[in-house]
């Protein structure tokens, strides 16, 4: 899950709020009979450009939902922000669920459904226009919501890719 352009941040002093995308029970069936469990996919956010998954798997629900949250605080990355939106249209695909996000007008509201709204709730996206297509499964949805996340890039950090100032990013 490595890109180049990912930023990893320590939960440390962070006001971290958690969303439940999807709780799921699972069975595993054995000789002596059925045994329960459940897993639970949590996103964890400051609403301020970071963000972080999680999974949890446990015998409880309340059980299996701390996991994934402690899980999720272990993955946050920074994602690059403009205002209320993302800098720039991007796809994100993993396995076979697509996501397409692209940045909208003030006022327009988060435009997506399930998965993708609570990441991108999560990270403080308030104007944004996404369409999800292929798998619906909660699991892949969400990490290719964030594999679109992972691609965004800010005009400051193109223009020092490039060795140009910002002026000649924005006036070409």
Not at 37 to 51: K, L, Q, T, Y
Not at 97 to 103: F, L
Not at 105 to 122: D, H, K, N, Y
């Amino acid at each position: 899950m490595k890109k180049k352009n990912m930023e990893f941040v320590k939960p440390g002093g962070l006001e971290l709020k958690d969303k439940l995308v999807s709780i799921q029970r699972v069975t595993k069936v054995t000789k002596g009979g059925r045994a329960f469990g459940f897993s639970a996919i949590v996103i964890v956010g400051d609403e301020n450009g970071i963000v972080g998954h999680g999974l949890g798997k446990a015998k409880e629900v309340s059980t299996a939902i701390a996991k994934a949250v402690e899980n999720a605080k272990k993955s946050l990355v920074k994602i690059p922000l403009s205002s209320s939106t993302i800098p720039h249209e991007q796809k994100g695909k993993h396995g076979g669920a697509r996501v397409y996000i692209q940045p909208a007008s003030p006022g327009t509201g988060v435009i997506a459904g399930g998965a993708v709204r609570a990441v991108l709730e999560s990270v403080g996206i308030q104007d944004v226009l996404s369409k999800s297509q292929g798998s619906s499964n909660p699991h892949n949805v969400v990490k290719a919501t964030f594999d679109a996340l992972f691609q965004l890039r800010d005009a400051y950090k193109v223009a020092q890719e490039r060795g140009v100032n910002l002026e000649k990013i924005y006036n070409g």
